[in-house]
């Protein structure tokens, strides 16, 4: 059963302060991602990852930065936290095929984060 | 990039009538079409999915019918429950994405008792 971890449910947080949001999956899984929802938004991609150390731009990654430095660890990280960042924060995982078939994402329980 | 339209947004239904969600989408390449179900303050997870050699596929309550030609697919669930209250999103996505899928806004669907 694939487990999906995400450091912490509930976060808050001062405008300027540098945040780390932390995701970890324990199925060996080659690609991660982070995204936010929003009301009425859906889920937005910020950024994801492929590889160890490899990182790709989702739809939204302006004000946000990444780092993968061990497969079943992805963080996201807000190098200047702003009140428009207030959101809920979702990470996923899933497998790489060698046929590169796209395959389930699973889900971590989401950070809910709050700048004042 | 892929663009996926999801309607309606809200959807009600009394409890044992049917549902109905719609998604087009726009690249002609996608070939996986996940529905995802998310209940209120869970995370979402895969309820049903689809690949492009197959037009539809069921699984209890819920099936799920692709139209290649139109670019559009469609959640189908009889029978309804109170549980099946959640959001519903769409998603599409082909090989070359490394896995990304391109998700619809999200509909909520409420069943009345």
């Known amino acids: 059963d694939v487990k999906v971890t995400q450091s912490s449910r509930y976060l808050v947080k001062r405008t300027g302060e540098k945040v780390f949001l932390e995701c970890v999956q324990d199925?060996?899984?080659?690609?991660m991602f982070w995204y936010r929802q929003d009301p009425g938004l859906g889920l937005r991609l910020i950024y994801f990852?492929?590889?160890?150390?490899?990182?790709e731009k989702g739809d939204i990654p302006e004000g946000y930065s990444v780092s993968r430095e061990k497969k079943e660890r992805f963080s996201l990280i807000l190098e200047s936290a702003s009140t428009n960042q207030t959101s809920m924060y979702l990470c996923?995982?899933?497998?790489?095929?060698?046929?590169?078939?796209?395959?389930?994402?699973?889900f971590g329980p989401g950070t809910r984060l709050l700048v004042l | 990039g892929e663009n996926v339209e999801q309607h309606p947004s809200t959807l009600s239904v009394q409890e044992g009538d049917s549902a109905v969600i719609k998604c087009t989408y726009s690249?002609?390449?996608?070939?996986?079409f996940p529905w995802y179900k998310q209940e209120l303050g869970k995370r979402p997870q895969l309820i049903i999915d689809?690949?492009?050699?197959?037009g539809e596929k069921k699984d209890q309550r819920i099936a799920v019918t692709l139209n290649k030609t139109a670019k559009h697919f469609s959640l189908h669930i009889t029978e309804t429950q109170p549980e099946d209250s959640a959001v519903y999103f769409c998603?599409?996505?082909?090989?070359?994405?490394?896995?990304?899928?391109?998700f619809g806004r999200g509909t909520q669907l409420t069943v009345w008792p």
């Open positions: 689809i690949r492009s050699n197959v």
């Open positions: 199925m060996d899984h080659e690609n």
């Open positions: 990852s492929y590889d160890v150390k490899m990182k």
């Open positions: 690249d002609s390449a996608s070939n996986y």
């Open positions: 996923a995982s899933s497998l790489l095929t060698l046929r590169l078939t796209p395959e389930t994402q699973y």
């Open positions: 998603a599409a996505s082909r090989g070359s994405t490394l896995g990304r899928l391109y």
